[in-house]
């Protein structure tokens, strides 16, 4: 029987529904809390195929390094994680391929947000590199919000959180199309409609969810985004933008799917499992 290992930081509802499907579809599955047990960096492999849940990028990054370096297939791939999970290198490899993306300036000092905020005029989005959940996102309108986003940030501790991706505002009605990929299939692409009050519609923040229509176009750039960052199954946010059409904001290398599930009705873990079925027996 194949052999999987669920890797996980903490047990989410997510993460016990795949635990339920990747049993039911005929596999021995195991467990393993990321931050309680050490992994040995090569060695023999003791399973086929390491399915990296953790909501910590870093977390799931080594995982998943450990378990490659011992020759285990693992979804996502440590360099899908690090492409997705840190925006910059997002960023640069969209740009590299061509993929529509919002105007976006990297900024790492405090005197180059300025310059950066110069040539793109607000109101402007100024994020840090690395995050989830839209935390440090700002939605920026003067100098002197500027000033405070930039003191704010400058008195963090970790050097990747003072540095800045600036970019355009992109009016969108509050709302981004989320699109779910798995396996070079889309699988369908939902709105995410941001709570009154609330300029950012990511589910964690209270945003609701509808089912987007897939068009042609949509379906391209978000197997595009994926394929660029090697993704086996990842989440791709787009925005309508009112003059570049579609434009690819992020790309989530460990995505969530309880909302696109309650949109669609798409049981997600059991397409997933199934996939990782079919690796672990490659």
């Known amino acids: 029987m194949p052999r999987v290992t669920l890797v996980y930081d903490y047990l989410r509802q997510e993460e016990k ?19 309680e047990r050490p992994l040995k960096m090569g060695g023999k492999p003791e399973t086929d195929v390491a399915v990296i849940r953790t909501t910590s990028m870093f977390n799931g990054l080594y995982a998943a390094a450990a378990f490659e370096s011992m020759g285990v297939r693992s979804v996502n791939q440590f360099r899908t994680i690090l492409y997705s999970g840190d925006k910059a290198l997002t960023y640069a490899l969209l740009a590299r391929a061509g993929i529509p993306m919002p105007e976006t300036y990297i900024a790492l000092g405090s005197r180059a947000v300025f310059e950066a905020a110069k040539l793109l005029g607000y109101p402007l989005v ?25 003191e704010h940030r400058e008195a963090m501790c970790n050097r990747q959180m003072r540095i800045h991706l600036v970019q355009e505002y992109v009016e969108t009605g509050n709302r981004d199309i989320r699109c779910l990929v798995l396996g070079g299939r889309l699988l369908g692409c939902i709105y995410r409609i941001a709570r009154e009050g609330e300029w950012r519609s990511n589910v964690a923040l209270g945003g609701r969810t509808e089912v ?17 960052v090697e993704g086996d199954f990842v989440s791709i946010d787009i925005f309508e933008h009112p003059e570049k059409g579609y434009v690819v904001n992020e790309v989530n290398g460990t995505p969530e799917f309880k909302g696109f599930m309650r949109a669609t009705g798409m049981n997600v873990p059991r397409l997933l499992a199934e996939y990782v079925k079919r690796l672990a027996k490659a």
């Open 17 to 35: 529904l795949l635990l339920n499907e990747l049993r039911g579809v005929g596999l021995e599955v195991a467990t393993l809390p990321a931050t």
């Open 126 to 150: 100024d994020k840090p590199p690395i995050g989830s959940w839209g935390r440090l996102v700002s939605l920026v309108y003067d100098d002197f919000n500027l000033v405070t986003v930039v």
């Open 212 to 228: 987007a229509e897939v068009t042609p176009e949509l379906e391209e750039i978000a197997l595009k985004a994926a394929a660029v």
